[in-house]
């Protein structure tokens, strides 16, 4: 196990997503435009009319990743994540009447009505990720 410390929260971002917005593209936005390095996503709902998602499809060393597109009314109930170094690493849960939806959350997730999602600066978090034996991104001290 590895643990590692923040100097605090710095600036707080709320976004708001509109009908027909990337959720990942305006997290991403948000990223490029307040060059945030470090920061945790403590918050994402809403609706989508479109999920793009993967996740791991196998048990061997190397992951191996599924990848999948729902087209149809769905309910976000939580984006959450890391960006370390710019980069974001989230997960979405969502569901619809018939079926959850649980991922690594991809470009081409489009809004339905609305989406919230809330970043928090991590102010003194030096991070970065490195690879592992398996190809495995894992969190590091630069």
Not at 17 to 29: A, W, Y
Not at 56 to 81: H, N, R, T, W
């Amino acid at each position: 196990m590895r643990i590692y410390e923040s100097e605090g929260i710095g600036r707080v971002f709320i976004l708001h997503l509109k009908k027909g917005d990337g959720v990942l593209e305006g997290i991403r936005e948000v990223i490029s435009k307040y060059q945030l390095q470090n920061a945790v996503v403590v918050s994402g709902i809403g609706s989508l009319r479109q999920l793009h998602y993967h996740f791991i499809s196998s048990l061997a060393d190397v992951a191996e990743d599924q990848f999948d597109m729902a087209k149809k009314p769905i309910e976000m109930g939580a984006v959450q994540g890391l960006i370390i170094e710019g980069v974001p690493h989230l997960h979405v849960t969502a569901s619809d009447p018939d079926r959850a939806y649980i991922g690594h959350l991809e470009p081409e997730s489009e809004v339905q009505y609305l989406a919230e999602i809330c970043m928090m600066e991590l102010k003194g978090a030096d991070l970065t990720r490195r690879k592992d034996e398996f190809g495995v991104s894992y969190i590091d001290k630069k």
